[in-house]
């Protein structure tokens, strides 16, 4: 096997029934590989997206509301002659959040699964040594960041 890029119409892609033969079975391949790419960058784009919203999501706590922020109980408990009096008691989050943090880390899990898998499925097909499988990839990476990434801004 070659190990430099080629311009060809016949290739093996993958496994052993993905064997191209033609230039109408190129065109194909090329298409396939190319909206797998772009899925790929799509699911990138909303494993980040899944991880934002989750951390932007307020809390469903009813008591967290009633808590003062952050800022403004170091300066109460800056001028407090007794900070230990004034410390806000932790509270413990309802089980239905903590099963919402269970569904979404397994749902990510999955998600970087996916995505792991056709990463390297992805990088096999470069490592054909086809130059339009190759191309493919690119245009496919350009395409689904292109179409993805306004997605990020409207978390």
Same mark, same amino acid.
């Given at each position: 096997m070659s190990m430099t890029f080629g311009v060809s119409s016949s290739v093996t892609l993958l496994f052993d029934f993905?064997?191209?033969?033609?230039p109408a079975g190129m065109v194909l391949s090329v298409f396939v590989v190319l909206l797998l790419t772009v899925f790929y960058?799509? $699911?990138?784009?909303?494993?980040?997206?899944l991880g934002r919203s989750s951390k932007l999501a307020p809390p469903h706590c009813p008591e967290a509301a009633s808590l003062p922020?952050?800022?403004?109980?170091?300066?109460?408990?800056?001028?407090?002659?007794?900070?230990?009096? $004034?410390?806000? +008691?932790?509270?413990?989050?309802p089980v239905s959040n903590t099963r919402n943090s269970w569904l979404l880390h397994c749902?990510?899990?999955? $998600?970087? +699964?996916l995505q792991v898998s056709l990463g390297y499925m992805l990088m096999l097909?470069?490592?054909?040594?086809?130059?339009?499988?190759?191309?493919?990839?690119i245009v496919g990476s350009v395409l689904g960041y292109f179409i993805s990434f306004p997605l990020l801004g409207q978390t």
């Open positions: 993905w064997d191209v033969h033609g960058e799509v $699911l990138k784009v909303w494993r980040v997206w922020s952050h800022s403004d109980t170091i300066s109460v408990l800056e001028s407090s002659p007794s900070e230990s009096s $004034l410390t806000p +008691m932790a509270s413990h989050p749902i990510q899990t999955v $998600l970087h +699964m097909c470069v490592m054909s040594y086809n130059t339009w499988i190759f191309l493919g990839v």
